[in-house]
């Protein structure tokens, strides 16, 4: 059995906890200064150990996660909470999907408008063509 892990770089840790996608995404925030310990600014390669408290920002979401234990690779998410603990807020949570909500509302998603006109649209297009003589 391999021995256990007593510390792991917070781009890695990041990465294997599924906080972000890829670990490039994970170094690129902590090179933007997206997570922090204490309210500083952590680098990538800096080496984390059991009970540090990060702070990290995903967009509007401001999570803060407890680093419990650290993985040899990247873990599927049912196994999570056995390295991390959450301690965000439920209402950090809360006003991250309103502001989310909102957003939507009020950008349209990236299809919807290079999204070819429908059956009706055309129709109305043709007519209108046909009315102004184009």
């Keep these: ?19 972000f996608k890829t670990r490039t995404i994970a170094t690129q925030a ?6 922090m310990i204490g ?11 059991p ?8 967009g509007e979401l401001r999570l803060k996660l407890r680093v419990t234990a650290f993985s040899p690779q990247r873990l599927g998410a049912p ?8 301690l965000t807020p439920p209402e950090c949570y809360q006003k991250a999907a309103e502001a989310r909500r909102e957003r939507a509302l009020i950008t349209p ?10 059956k009706k649209q055309l129709r109305d297009l043709r007519k209108f063509w046909e009315e102004h003589g184009e």
């Design 51 to 58: 009970g540090d408290v990060l702070e990290v920002v995903r």
């Design 30 to 35: 902590c090179a933007r200064g997206n997570v």
């Design 109 to 118: 998603h990236a299809h919807e408008m290079i999204a070819k006109p429908d």
């Design 79 to 86: 196994r999570v909470p056995e390295f991390s603990e959450d």
């Design 1 to 19: 059995m391999p021995d256990p892990v007593l510390t792991q770089r917070a781009d890695k840790y990041l990465h294997h906890i599924r906080v």
């Design 39 to 49: 309210g500083q600014p952590v680098k990538a390669s800096r080496d984390l150990k």
